[in-house]
């Protein structure tokens, strides 16, 4: 079992920077492919960005490819999601899944996070 807790969210003004942090229990969780993903008000949940267990690998959606960063320290059990130039479009709660299922990039995790906002204001 993993549970997962997302934190470092809050307003912004558009163009600036937050850090969203993920925080996972559970001695499995270096060896899962994790992901972000966000979702926003009236809108179905969309995929953000993954990595492999070792971090070699990453894929982005192409909304936030060159702005937002994934990364992970499996010594530490947390995945991160630096976001930058952030945009309106931007906003909506973000959750952090582990345990991906099927090919890469997988579209389904096993385990979810509970989600932390972050709302970018023009």
């Known amino acids: 079992q993993v549970q997962l807790v997302e934190s470092g969210g809050g307003l912004v003004q558009a163009g600036g920077s937050l850090r969203l942090s993920c925080a996972a229990s559970?001695?499995?969780?270096?060896?899962?492919?994790v992901a972000w993903f966000r979702q926003a008000p009236g809108k179905e949940r969309e995929f953000v960005a993954a990595?492999?267990?070792?971090?070699?690998?990453?894929y982005y959606a192409g909304s936030v490819k060159g702005r937002f960063t994934i990364s992970r320290d499996n010594a530490k059990n947390t995945l991160y999601l630096q976001m930058n130039s952030l945009k309106p479009e931007d906003t909506a709660a973000y959750y952090c899944?582990?345990?991906?299922?099927?090919?890469?990039?997988?579209?389904?995790?096993?385990?979810w996070g509970q989600g932390t906002q972050v709302t970018v204001s023009s």
């Open positions: 559970g001695r499995t969780f270096s060896s899962f492919v």
């Open positions: 990595i492999t267990w070792s971090g070699s690998s990453t």
């Open positions: 899944a582990a345990d991906g299922i099927g090919s890469w990039p997988p579209s389904r995790y096993n385990y």
